[in-house]
């Protein structure tokens, strides 16, 4: 079956959008622990246009950042489609601002101070229920999470949806939001930068998103898609890498372009290189963001592999085919 | 497409009250309820002070008796090698092509170690909880219990809010029955927690008196906790014939009070098993005014006339573990022919004329099941089982 990208949406450090040209985000500082922790941040007025909206008043910038991105992928779209549109939405560390702000009183004076206001939005399918409210669909809505290959995870789960014929159309998103706790845990176990100076990459934040469906569109055009067991070891990981790229190969004379996103596992050099059209790591996010920068522009794309490695060892990949021209 | 059958090979199952489906049905059908004081954490200052929770030596005796290095691992993952494990034990040689789990808050407790540690400034004990919190994320219990029963398999997370269990199964049922998978190692789980505590409570959600599904004076829901798993292919005892899921965007944490959005998914169940007869209910029946209303006008828009149970009263609102462990029930009442009860039932409501299987279990002959689950962000699913 043949599965096509429609439309895709992106909300990062560099903007709303891509291809964006000529930005350098500088990276803001938090103080945690007693250390500054680098982060890259979306700017602020990226998501100006879905602030505003009633239903987001109380969210957290993860929620912005995933229905400004849902709302660019399906722009132009029936709104007959979109009320039976399933959303698969991913990410690797949820609502953690909410969570953190939730937990600060329960911790400091007993499990009698939640707020209530702030709970709903620690849920993890919170996103995935605005996404549903903004677009007006009542198709399901499913929320995957994983560690930062769950982008292409959730992708590779919507084409099973399509091919399975449950549905015509998938819309995928991914996002994920920078907190200073979660920089203290990825940059004490060596996946993200300590300090500006590190190589390691800076946490970032944003969404990505992927309108999929099976009517010919203009853009890429899925012909593959794998996930493999997690990798337990460096030795593993590798080979896991190795095993999903020749799964994903295909049956062709000309071999694809094979970029994967493995973000600080195990310390050892991935067999691929790394796209590096964006600044940072957001994990689930960066890993959709990944398929998005890759098959933009105007220029048709060679055929590509795309694959995923993250910190837990699960991993996923696709096969693109060449993007078509823009008309 | 032609849809493949799609069976319950085996199962596993732990809650409040019991290890394992035997002593699980069992205490099910004596109508034990495992709610009792918090022990876990100080739940001062909350209006609930009470839950379903799963007794930690037993837990640690359980998984340790699996693995002995589980013994230290953090209780999730625990209920995770036990429920997984009983059911590979009762599927030998089953190796399955992926692994859905569905569950809301991962290993919480974990997180809530690290945040203590960094906001006591505890140097030496931010460092331990760094190498801890690694496994707070709802994959590693499942990953590090797949590890140890030697399943390689992909694995997804499903984190729908009280749904995810429902929808984890439903995944799993899409997957097999389009043959994209042959067989999958699906199920639930969640523990319980501070934060998720303190969150219910905080909503009012939680009661601080019994909880009454269904019932005139219901005031809310006691949470639980637990696991529970199943091996899932073409053939076994309980087939899995049809799944539902449908969005409602009314509010983030209440339902319509149409109870749209639960028809809506029951209604999608029914048309894809084929509308079957339906000769048993379990209801979502968290015991929140709300839920219960919503949930009473479904079933009856729906047309299904069968009676209605909610077990959460027996084991609590075992949130992502939920969907899975009353589909367990659902299994148990299909092979062992009885309707589970719903306890602490003394008031029928007079908004409804559901017909309420109440305080005791009785022997039923029962071909086919409806499971209902809801959640938070309008997660609307519902299966149905039927024996073969």
């Given amino acids: 079956m043949n599965i096509f990208i429609h439309g895709t949406g992106l909300v990062s450090a560099l903007g709303r959008g891509w291809p964006l040209e000529g930005v350098e985000p500088q990276p803001v500082f938090e103080e945690i622990a007693g250390l500054r922790l680098p982060s890259l941040r979306v700017p602020t007025g990226a998501t100006a246009d879905v602030d505003g909206i009633p239903r987001l008043r109380r969210s957290g910038d993860l929620s912005r950042f995933a229905v400004a991105a849902a709302c660019d992928a399906v722009a132009g779209c029936d709104p007959a489609l979109l009320a039976g549109l399933p959303v698969i939405f991913a990410t690797t560390d949820g609502g953690v601002c909410h969570t953190t702000r939730f937990f600060a009183p329960i911790e400091a004076s007993g499990c009698g101070n939640g707020s209530p206001i702030l709970f709903p939005e620690t849920v993890y399918n919170a996103p995935a229920s605005h996404i549903a409210a903004r677009l007006g669909s009542h198709a399901e809505a499913t929320t995957m999470v994983g560690d930062s290959s769950a982008g292409l995870a959730a992708v590779c789960a919507a084409c099973d949806l399509i091919s399975a014929g449950t549905a015509p159309a998938v819309l995928v998103v991914a996002a994920n939001e920078c907190d200073p706790l979660a920089c203290l845990a990825y940059s004490r176990r060596g996946i993200c930068a300590d300090s500006a100076a590190s190589p390691l990459p800076i946490l970032t934040e944003g969404a990505a998103a992927v309108l999929l469906g099976t009517e010919p569109g203009p853009a890429a055009r899925v012909e593959a898609w794998s996930e493999g067991p997690p990798a337990s070891s460096p030795q593993a990981a590798l080979s896991v890498l190795e095993r999903l790229a020749d799964s994903l190969r295909p049956a062709r004379a000309e071999q694809p372009v094979i970029l994967a996103h493995a973000p600080g596992v195990f310390g050892l050099p991935a067999p691929f290189p790394t796209s590096k059209k964006l600044p940072g790591e957001g994990h689930a996010f960066t890993d959709l963001a990944q398929l998005v920068v890759e098959i933009g522009g105007d220029t048709p794309i060679p055929d590509l592999l795309l694959l995923s490695l993250g910190f837990h060892g699960q991993n996923a990949g696709l096969r693109l085919t060449q993007r078509y021209a823009t008309p | ?388």
């Avoid at chain 2, 625990?78 to 059911?87: F, I, K, S």
């Avoid at chain 2, 030496?124 to 399943?151: D, F, H, K, N, W």
């Avoid at chain 2, 005031?219 to 292919?233: H, N, P, R």
């Fill in chain 2, 1 to 388: 497409m032609i849809p493949r059958p799609v069976a319950l090979a085996s199962a596993g199952c732990l809650s409040a009250i019991g290890t394992g489906m035997r002593e699980t049905t069992q205490n099910l059908r004596k109508g034990i309820s495992g709610v009792g004081p918090v022990t876990l954490f100080d739940p001062a200052g909350c209006r609930c002070t009470t839950a379903a929770e799963v007794g930690s030596v037993a837990l640690r005796q359980a998984a340790r008796s699996i693995h002995p290095p589980a013994g230290r691992w953090s209780r999730p993952a625990q209920m995770v090698l036990v429920a997984m494990a009983e059911a590979l034990a009762g599927s030998p040689g089953f190796v399955p092509d992926a692994v859905i789990i569905g569950t809301t808050s991962g290993a919480m407790d974990l997180g809530e170690k690290f945040f203590s540690a960094v906001a006591r400034r505890d140097v030496s004990g931010t460092a331990s909880a760094v190498r801890r919190v690694a496994y707070y994320p709802p994959q590693m219990p499942v990953i590090q219990s797949l590890e140890v029963l030697g399943c390689p398999a992909p694995v997804r997370i499903v984190s729908n809010a009280c749904a995810s269990g429902t929808n984890a199964l439903g995944m799993a049922w899409q997957l097999v029955r389009s043959g994209r998978a042959r067989r999958v190692l699906a199920g639930g789980y969640d523990a319980l927690s501070r934060l998720v505590f303190s969150g219910f409570d905080c909503l009012q959600a939680s009661t601080p008196e019994l909880c009454r599904p269904f019932d005139a004076g219901r005031s809310g829901l006691v949470l639980g906790e637990g696991a529970a798993m199943f091996c899932i292919t073409q053939e076994g005892p309980v087939r899995l014939t049809g799944y539902g899921a449908a969005t409602d965007t009314h509010h983030l944490t209440q339902p319509h009070p149409s109870g749209s959005g639960p028809l809506a998914a029951m209604r999608a169940a029914m048309g894809s098993a084929g509308s079957p007869h339906i000769d048993y209910i379990n209801a979502h029946g968290t015991a929140t005014t709300q839920n219960d209303a919503c949930e009473s006008l479904a079933i009856e828009a729906a047309c299904l006339h069968a009676p209605v149970s909610s077990t959460k009263a027996a084991t609590g609102h075992t949130l992502g573990a939920a969907g899975a462990i009353e589909a367990a029930f659902c299994m148990a009442a299909l092979t062992d022919g009885f309707l589970p009860p719903t306890l602490n039932y003394r008031s029928p409501d007079p908004s409804h004329s559901l017909e309420i299987a109440a305080n005791e279990a009785r022997p039923a002959v029962l071909r086919s099941a409806l499971s209902n689950s809801f959640g938070f962000g309008g997660s609307n699913a519902s299966l149905i089982l039927e024996l073969p």
